[in-house]
């Protein structure tokens, strides 16, 4: 397998993916801000600690995640285009 399968393959993944949560697709953004704090309230809960959860990650960092992982992939893409040019 040549490196620029590879890396039109993590590209394009990465591109989708990242995209997917930048834009907020059917409100992924903010189900991993859900999940986020329901993690770290069942671990409050293990360790005894019954008080309300702090906000560990907002919507919009999550967003901006998103954002510079899409980049990442668009630049893994153009380098696998380069590759096979």
Do not use: F, K, W
């Given at each position: 397998m040549s490196l620029s399968v590879v890396l039109l393959t993590a590209g394009t993944t990465c591109t989708i993916a990242g995209a997917t949560v930048a834009l907020n697709i059917r409100g992924s953004a903010q189900?991993?801000?859900r999940r986020a704090a329901d993690n770290r309230q069942r671990t409050l809960h293990a360790r005894?600690?019954?008080?309300?959860?702090?906000?560990?990650a907002s919507t919009g960092v999550y967003r901006y995640l998103g954002t510079a992982i899409t980049l990442c992939g668009i630049i893994l893409t153009l380098g696998g285009l380069l590759e096979l040019a």
């Amino acid at each position: 397998m040549s490196l620029s399968v590879v890396l039109l393959t993590a590209g394009t993944t990465c591109t989708i993916a990242g995209a997917t949560v930048a834009l907020n697709i059917r409100g992924s953004a903010q189900a991993l801000a859900r999940r986020a704090a329901d993690n770290r309230q069942r671990t409050l809960h293990a360790r005894g600690d019954l008080g309300p959860a702090t906000l560990v990650a907002s919507t919009g960092v999550y967003r901006y995640l998103g954002t510079a992982i899409t980049l990442c992939g668009i630049i893994l893409t153009l380098g696998g285009l380069l590759e096979l040019a």
